[in-house]
């Protein structure tokens, strides 16, 4: 393997390696093995680096649009021409198969190609004017500093994500990862490097302290933007402490992703869309079904099938061929999902494959289809996070839909029907901000990304996804 974890174990600030007197381990989910220590920056570390990225923004913000999307277009490049390096120490540090690791490096790029080409068409307006002697218009400005915080489960894609937009916007960027994650977001720093993002527009604090680093961006008046992907309850925290200096956030938080499964839908297509909204990246994604709700004509057809399918499929070390079910992130993942479990299976639901850890390892748990899960178990209302998929049967449309409806979170909802009217009518009454209808897997660069309800506030991708790191300036322009 070509990529050298001992090459990433400084911070990335103002283009030059940082390393501190501290440092903290990065494991291997699968085998629990120590493969690099980082640097470990304190608060003042971090403070200095807004500093730095502060610095950077005039020039940057000046720079054309279409020079920046000229810098962003190289980075895209980087990337896939890395995509095998990028995927390997993803793998190994994250824990997901290759085959995803290998496609998440695709979409990190796809981000830069796409916000390379959105900066160029951020457009302001001009305003009819009621009065003779006043002319209106608006502008698009970069917003200032942003800062990001992601999390681990797509460690590359959810940082490319924040950083593709706020450089196309004009921004410069200040990024912490996950602890358990910070190679991931140094590597795509060294391609930053190599694709010559100027030195400050791009930087990388790695810390064991998250706290330190949430309250050095929330604080920071020159912070404008604060991005954060991860839970729910620290995006509310972010929320709490950035009020202060009435920063923008965007905040892409939880989920707790209904799949509906009607009696039109064809089985092999939900079958398959299940597999994919579910068992991708182990069940650690904010998109995961999380409860599947099947509607009573086609249950018992489409859980035979759904055990079938989930018994070809092959838990191990991502690294390994073949291999389609990872380890999850830690042995605290796995004791959330084991509670999860018992308390449906006390509560009355049937396990039809899978229920437990799985011998593979202390990271590993077991692809699991629990049905008749009871209303009242925790497996409906947390996120699970792992490779377990409820089952609860359904008899009308209005009762899946109210089910479906009623969490306090609405990031994905899935749904399979052959009924087209049906699908429009899904599309309108389930409360989500990204419904897919017969297929498993939405996300994409082009279209916005994001949650209503607790799930969040602000899109990323799509062209929406400029907007959140730019300001709308109006001109009065009085013409005597
Ligand atoms: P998490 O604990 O909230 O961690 C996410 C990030 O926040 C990490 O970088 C973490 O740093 C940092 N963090 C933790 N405590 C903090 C604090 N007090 N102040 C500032 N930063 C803090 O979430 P997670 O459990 O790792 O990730 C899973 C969650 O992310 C799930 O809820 C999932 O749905 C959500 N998610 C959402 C999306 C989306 O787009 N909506 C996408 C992916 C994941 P450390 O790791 O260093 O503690």
Request: charged letters at 20%.
């Amino acid at each position: 393997m070509s990529v050298n974890f001992d090459d990433l174990g400084n911070a990335y600030v103002g283009g030059a390696w940082q390393s501190t007197a501290r440092d903290f381990p990065v494991e291997n989910p699968a085998t629990g093995e120590t493969i690099a220590r980082v640097a470990d920056l304190d608060r003042a570390q971090i403070d200095a680096a807004i500093g730095t990225a502060a610095a950077a923004l005039p020039a940057w913000s000046a720079r054309s649009a279409h020079e920046r999307a000229a810098v962003l277009k190289r980075w895209a490049a980087a990337l896939l021409a890395g995509q095998e390096d990028g995927a390997r120490l993803m793998t190994a540090e994250q824990g997901k198969p290759l085959a995803e690791a290998r496609a998440e490096v695709a979409f990190a790029a796809s981000f830069f190609e796409w916000f390379a080409e959105e900066a160029k068409r951020a457009y302001g307006e001009v305003i009819p004017s009621p009065f003779p002697s006043k002319r209106y218009s608006t502008l698009r400005q970069p917003a200032g500093v942003a800062a990001a915080i992601t999390p681990w489960n797509f460690p590359i894609a959810m940082l490319a994500r924040k950083a593709a937009a706020a450089l196309a916007a004009g921004c410069t960027m200040v990024a912490k990862p996950a602890a358990e994650t910070p190679l991931c977001a140094l590597w795509l720093a060294r391609l930053a490097d190599e694709a010559q993002v100027p030195a400050g527009v791009f930087n990388v604090v790695t810390t064991s302290d998250a706290p330190a680093a949430g309250a050095a961006f929330c604080e920071s008046g020159v912070v404008r933007v604060l991005s954060f992907t991860g839970s729910t309850a620290v995006g509310k925290l972010l929320f709490r402490q950035s009020a202060a200096t009435v920063k923008r956030l965007a905040l892409e938080l939880g989920g707790n992703a209904p799949l509906l499964v009607f009696d039109d839908a064809d089985l092999d297509v939900a079958v398959a869309g299940t597999l994919a909204a579910k068992f991708r990246n182990a069940g650690q994604t904010c998109v995961s079904a999380n409860r599947v709700y099947v509607q009573a004509g086609i249950h018992a057809a489409y859980v035979e099938r759904l055990v079938e399918a989930v018994r070809r499929l092959r838990v191990g070390d991502g690294r390994d061929d073949g291999v389609t079910i990872g380890p999850l992130i830690t042995p605290k993942a796995v004791a959330k999902v084991e509670r999860l479990v018992r308390d449906a299976l006390a509560r009355g639901a049937r396990a039809l494959i899978g229920g437990a850890p799985h011998p593979r390892g202390a990271c590993f748990f077991e692809p699991t289809v629990l049905d008749d899960v009871r209303a009242g178990s925790a497996l409906l209302a947390e996120e699970i996070f792992g490779p377990v998929v409820p089952v609860v049967r359904f008899e009308t449309e209005a009762e899946a839909v109210a089910q479906a409806n009623a969490v306090d979170v609405g990031l994905a909802a899935y749904a399979f029907t052959r009924d087209l009217s049906r699908a429009v009518r899904l599309s309108e009454s389930l409360q989500a901000g990204i419904v897919a209808i017969n297929e498993g897997l939405p996300s994409v660069a082009v279209a916005p990304f994001g949650g209503i309800k607790e799930s969040g506030l602000g899109r990323e991708g799509g062209r929406q996804g400029l907007d959140e790191y730019m300001d709308t300036k109006f001109v009065c322009l009085g013409v005597g």
